[in-house]
């Protein structure tokens, strides 16, 4: 039995904000001198920080305990005005790429403050040697398409589900949907049963209004071609009714672009164009993000996609639009084209899945922004509002597609967070997280925004009083990109955006109060994360000396080895959902978490006691492989106070009581430290700690 950690059980200071110093593991320090390097005088150079991370892997790698033939690729770095950075890494282990097996790592120069782990994935070792044949696996694949393919490949992956990485094939299938809609349709097949595990789509479709954007400016370059030098040179291209093909480039004799009318192809290019162009100032002025992929680059707008199309997609390097019922209402306006290009912010960076909770996540992000890119456009000929498609008509009777203050006037969304969210179709599951965005916006009640009538309530009953849409979105935007993973869940997203309200506002701020009561408001469930001026959820209690001696605050007060104080639900917890669990990897390793505490002088006695849970995969009844110790450190000198090993298995907690009255007048650290051998799993599961004295 592998130990997984809680993907939301991030380590030391992870609910303390940046406020809190920066404790943890430390990388070699090689390299150093390339992080630190002065950035260019524009500003944060993203390529140029993934580089510098890069060189780093081996030492993250080695400083983080990841097992052999596993290795790191960095694929975003974002980096805070103090210098804290957040850097995404994918992994492969013995060559194969881990899906789900990325990770985030918090750092401030060379020393690690947090990890946090997709789906738990800290240990991603599996066999490498499948059952199922490769040819019997793209068959599966393209079964499992149920469109017509044109292409089918596959290879071998490590694939983290919920529960454990499992060997499997990544069969990918293209083709052409019946609605005209292309996939590239990544299926999951596990290579022993052949079972298909998951499957995700890189076209992510969407809808948008249609052309209501009046006369704008656009930018062109050259002999007038519809081109913008100023954003990575974004283009727009005319497929006239194709549906493959990179399309021909607009080009104009006076710079004068279409007439506003659908009759004239020009005019579906100059919305794409706006809207393109629009989104990209939007996340550089707001965001500080240089294009989709923060390289500079710009991305390509293909307009008149197929016949009669109803609908837009973002399939991985660009965004695509069809012309609509009659080929008469293309869907080329500012909030699709903020939805379809934010796809590419959110595989750049969370990379959500399009399945389970991560879909809805994945598609409200794009609604989300889309709503912010046509709020800051500020034109008069289409206002910012809270609908999605109200001018399409797609519904013939003069709806939008989906409304954030209430999702469930579709008939199909959901307003409320529940376990049966994750599945429905993601534009359906997106419903919790778009009110989510209303309520932290503009809060409950009724009122006129862009014309439009808009009333919201909470689903817990509450009064909510909105902070702002521009702050719900810069903490939304942190979140995505500092705290999501591919698989991550409604109450990740309610984990990260506390957190990243703590950073960005403080604790005790209005702003964090009422992203927390926003979640609360679509019924996303508390967790380790609360605001309230960093309050210890847990405070000791009596004549307890140890500051969250329950570990329900996460990893705060505690420093050490980023991972062990966890609520992951596979070994439970004595009290609460969070506690202290040592090792169970299976593999060689060490871990440790100690906190510093001061016994008075004045103690005639100090007792310091703990409940301790220890199961093991080991069989002997005499030999100690693995085990787990309970030390004082005084200045230089570390004492062991008790040691546990395999031999003392005991699925129950049982209380421990160790004398310390020999430490009075001393601040010593109390540490707990778990020792592993090269196989089987021992977990050393620690809970409710006290230092007492009198």
Known sequence: MKRLTSAGAVAVVAAAGLAAGMTGLTASNAGAADRTAPLPASGFNQPAAVQAEQALTAQTAAALGLGTGEQLKVRDVVKDPDGTEYVRYDRTFNGLKVVG????VKRKGETIGQVTYNRGAKVVAVGTKPTLSQSAALTKGAQAAKFKATGNKGELVVFVTPAKPVLAYEVVTTGVKPDQTPSVLHSFVDAKSGAVL?????????TGNSMYSGTVSIGTSGSYTMTDPNRGGNYTTDLNGSTSGNGTTFTDADDTWGTGAASNRQTAGVD???GAQLTWDYYKNVHGRNGIFNNGQGARSRTHYGNAYVNAFWDGTQMTYGDGSSNTHPLTSIDVAGHEMSHGVTEATANLDYSGDAGGLNEATSDIFGTAVEFSANNSSDPGDYLIGEKININGNGTPLRYMDKPSKDGRSVDCWSTSTGGLDPHYSSG???HWFYLASEGTGSKVIGGVTHSSTACNGATITGVGRDVAAKVWYRTLSTKLSSGSTYKDAREGAINSAKELYGADSAQCKGIEAAFSGI???????ACGGGTDP??????????????ESGAVNWTGTSGPITNNADRPARTGTWKLWLQGNGRATTE???QSVAIPASATSATLSFWIRIDTAETTASTVYDTAKVQIVDGSTTTTLATYSNLNKNTSYVQKTLNVTAYKGKTVTVKFVGQEDSSLQTSFVID???LTAS
Request: proline fraction near 11%; aromatic fraction near 4%.
């Open 101 to 104: 097996g990325d990770l985030i």
């Open 432 to 434: 919790p997280l778009n």
């Open 538 to 551: 847990q405070p000791p209690t009596g004549d307890n000396l140890l500051l969250n001696p329950g570990f």
């Open 272 to 274: 794409a164009h706006y």
């Open 523 to 529: 019924s996303v469930p508390a967790g380790a994360a």
């Open 198 to 206: 998951a499957q995700d789509d890189e076209v992510k479709t969407g």
């Open 592 to 594: 440790n978490v100690g």
């Open 688 to 690: 409710d700690t006290s």
